[in-house]
């Protein structure tokens, strides 16, 4: 299995981004997509993660409310919409996929929050 990460980048305070994951290779219908993000100095975190039935398990608290995840499944990709951006935002971000074959990485995508 193979993920692409796309979409990071510089934007300003309050601006948004949107991240996209493609997936490729030997998939099982049943998985969860997500997206770490890690920030320097800083431990990996979940940010948020949707099944493939589309059901948003897992949203973090510090982004709820301006970050969405979504999914496009005849795609195999993810895409994690970030609004109203701030500058602890910043930070590598990862998308990942994981199914009864085990759980696989991206290979990440800089978010630069920064006036």
């Known amino acids: 299995v193979q993920l692409q990460a796309s979409g990071g980048g510089l934007v300003q305070p309050g601006g948004s981004l949107r991240l996209s994951c493609a997936a490729s290779?030997?998939?099982?219908?049943?998985?969860?997509m997500g997206w770490y993000r890690q920030a320097p100095g800083k431990q990996r975190e979940l940010v948020a993660a949707?099944?493939?039935?589309?059901?948003?398990?897992y949203v973090d608290s510090s982004v709820k409310g301006r970050f969405t995840i979504s999914r496009d499944n005849p795609k195999n990709t993810a895409y994690l919409q970030m609004n109203s951006l701030k500058p602890e935002d910043t930070a590598v971000y990862y998308c990942?996929?994981?199914?009864?074959?085990?759980?696989?990485w991206g290979q990440g995508t800089l978010v630069t929050v920064s006036s």
């Open positions: 990942w996929l994981k199914d009864r074959g085990g759980a696989y």
């Open positions: 949707i099944t493939s039935g589309g059901s948003t398990n």
């Open positions: 290779g030997s998939i099982f219908s049943i998985n969860t």
